[in-house]
């Protein structure tokens, strides 16, 4: 317990103090996100680069675990695949906060990641059957649902960056909920722990100055590096991604919507951004910020506090359940967007 507390506490405040040198600079380079009459309705420029941050306080940590011998070298080996994977994604976003990339080209960076974690062998190789066992998935499977679940996560993070700390909460109750999956249940596995508890505690570092008003902004590489990191923490805890699914269920759930909405109702481009999202959308029917940010966290953190404790069928009736609420409220009170 001393050393679970002592190692959440560095987290905190080597990610703290390394996003207080990071937004000096960003701030000394101009790098920073400019208000605008759509999507950025903060008052006055506020410094990008918070993912940069982020992926080193993680690291850093992450390394000196395992000079400690608190991480197998097994675990180190798929972490240094991570950690590659992770630097891909930084460098990516942190070019699209200088230069304002492509989405097109942007994407490029995403892809590499995944493609690495997953050639590094950071994959799904089992999976729960909710009418009970264990599903044993072939290398191909593993391969496609493995993709597709670290490309929607990534995604999901990068287009639910809208609000102040709102991404930065959601981070911090998925890792909480496989913090606490791997220490109260009998899955327990220490080193597991350990990454889910440095994680939660950089984003919780990171918090101070990304709260609302926010002082500093993850940018393109914190908002894509918030859901990888989260998505491939899943894949590493033993595959499982039900409690970060939980966790996410809303804004995945908002963020397939959305998606589905440019593309077959409005004609646009799903790459391009909007305020059609349920925060955008809360935002401007009188909502505070602040309220929508609760609201998300509330949510995200009841369902993964459930998630650690529920057999995998109620888990899929629950999320079931928290689709079918979200459009019917999209349809009565979002019809006209």
């Known amino acids: 317990m001393y050393m679970y507390i002592l190692i959440f506490l560095l987290s905190v405040v080597l990610s703290f103090f390394l996003a207080l040198i990071i937004k000096k600079i960003a701030s000394h380079y101009k790098i920073e996100d400019y208000p605008d009459d759509l999507r950025k309705r903060h008052k006055k420029p506020v410094p990008l680069l918070g993912g940069v941050g982020l992926f080193l306080s993680f690291f850093i940590i992450i390394f000196f675990l395992y000079f400690l011998n608190l991480l197998s070298y097994e675990m180190m080996r798929l972490l240094l695949w991570l950690f590659i994977a992770s630097f891909v994604i930084i460098v990516g976003g942190v070019l699209d906060d200088i230069f304002s990339l492509n989405p097109k080209i942007q994407i490029i960076f995403p892809l590499i990641a995944i493609s690495l ?10 999976i729960t059957n909710p009418y009970g066992g264990i599903l044993n998935l072939g290398i191909f499977t593993s391969l496609i649902i493995s993709f ?24 911090i109750l998925g890792a909480g909920s496989i913090f606490l999956f791997t220490t ?7 080193g597991l722990s350990f990454l889910s508890l440095v994680l939660a505690g950089v984003f919780i570092g990171f918090l101070f100055l990304n709260k609302y008003p926010a002082k500093f902004f993850l940018g393109e590489s914190g908002s894509l590096f918030s859901g990888f990191i989260l998505g491939s923490l899943a894949i ?32 646009k481009s799903i790459f391009k951004g909007d305020r059609m999202h349920l925060h955008f959308l809360l935002v401007d029917r009188g909502w505070k910020p602040q309220n929508v940010v609760f609201l998300f966290w509330g949510v995200s953190g009841v369902l993964g506090i459930v998630s650690i404790f529920l057999p995998s069928i109620l888990k899929v009736l629950i999320l079931s359940l928290v689709i079918l609420i979200f459009f019917v409220i999209d349809i009565f009170f979002f019809k006209d967007v």
């Open 236 to 267: 590493l805890t033993g595959a499982k991604i039900a409690i970060t699914l939980m966790v996410l269920a809303l804004p995945l759930i908002d963020f397939l919507s959305v998606i589905l909405k440019r593309f077959f109702l409005k004609n």
């Open 117 to 126: 974690v997953l050639f590094g062998g950071v994959r799904v190789g089992i």
């Open 148 to 171: 597709f679940w670290l490309f929607t996560i990534t995604y999901t993070t990068k287009i639910l960056d809208g609000l102040d700390g709102l991404v930065s909460g959601i981070v």
């Open 184 to 190: 109260i249940t009998n899955f327990k596995e220490q």
